[in-house]
C-alpha cells in the first residue's frame, strides 16, 4: 500500500510536466513539418524553374486548394505542387500539368496553424515568395492565453528570399522583408 501511495504521489507530480513536454513535442513536430515542406517547395521551385504552391487542404478532398476566407488555417493539412500551367488561381488541377509533390494531413494536438499575409505560398522560380515575408502560427489546443502559456505556441517567419527562422513564442514577423 505504501508502495501505491508514492506511485500515485510521483505520478501526480509528473502529469503536468508529461502534458507540457506532449505538448511541445507536438509543435515541433509540426513546425518541422511544415520547415520541411517549405523548404521542398523552394528547392523544386528553383530546379524546375516553375512556381511552386503550398497551400491548405480543403476539407474533404485529398488534393484541392482552399480558397477564401477560411484559407488561412494549415492545421487541417496542406499540400506542395508544381504549378505548370501557371494560372492566376493557383490551384491544383492535375489535368492541366501540375504535378503534387507532397500532402500531408492533419496533425494531432494541433488548433490552428494560422498564415499572417498570404493564404498560400507562391514559390518563384528564382526561389523568391511572391507574397513577401509571412509568418505562421502554430497553436496548440486548450491554452488560450500567450501570457500564461507562451510554451504552446511556435512562431516561423519566412521572408521573401524563402529564408525560414524560428522567431520567440509569440513574435510577429512583420516587416521582416530580408
Same mark, same amino acid.
Given at each position: 500500500?505504501?508502495?501505491?501511495? #508514492?506511485? *500515485? ?9 508529461? /502534458?507540457?513536454? #506532449?505538448?511541445? =513535442? %507536438? ?6 513539418? @511544415?520547415?520541411?515542406?517549405? %523548404? ?6 528553383? *530546379? ?8 491548405? @487542404? ?16 494549415? +492545421?487541417?493539412? =496542406? ?5 505548370? !500551367? ?9 489535368? +492541366?500539368? !501540375?504535378? &503534387? ?11 490552428? #496553424? ?22 505562421? *502560427? ?5 491554452? !488560450? /492565453? &500567450?501570457?500564461?502559456?507562451? =510554451?504552446?505556441?511556435? /512562431? ?10 524560428? +522567431?520567440? !513564442? ?9
Amino acid at each position: 500500500m505504501v508502495t501505491l501511495a #508514492i506511485l *500515485a504521489i510521483l505520478l501526480g507530480l509528473a502529469a503536468p510536466s508529461m /502534458t507540457r513536454f #506532449i505538448v511541445q =513535442w %507536438r509543435l515541433s513536430n509540426t513546425v518541422n513539418a @511544415l520547415t520541411g515542406s517549405l %523548404r521542398t517547395a523552394r528547392t523544386e521551385a528553383i *530546379a524546375r524553374a516553375r512556381p511552386v504552391i503550398v497551400c491548405q @487542404l480543403r476539407a474533404g478532398t485529398t488534393v484541392g486548394c482552399e480558397t477564401g476566407t477560411g484559407a488561412r488555417d494549415f +492545421a487541417v493539412g =496542406w499540400i506542395v505542387f508544381v504549378n505548370n !500551367d501557371r494560372d492566376a488561381a493557383s490551384a491544383y488541377s492535375e489535368s +492541366a500539368g !501540375d504535378e &503534387l509533390l507532397l500532402r500531408q494531413s492533419a496533425l494531432p494536438g494541433i488548433a490552428k #496553424i494560422t498564415l499572417g499575409k498570404a493564404a498560400d505560398f507562391v514559390f518563384l522560380p528564382n526561389g523568391l515568395v511572391s507574397s513577401g515575408s509571412n509568418s505562421v *502560427a502554430v497553436e496548440a489546443p486548450g491554452f !488560450d /492565453t &500567450l501570457v500564461t502559456t507562451p =510554451w504552446a505556441r511556435r /512562431t516561423l517567419c519566412i521572408s521573401k528570399p524563402g529564408r525560414i527562422r524560428h +522567431a520567440a !513564442d509569440g513574435v510577429d514577423c512583420s516587416g521582416n522583408d530580408e
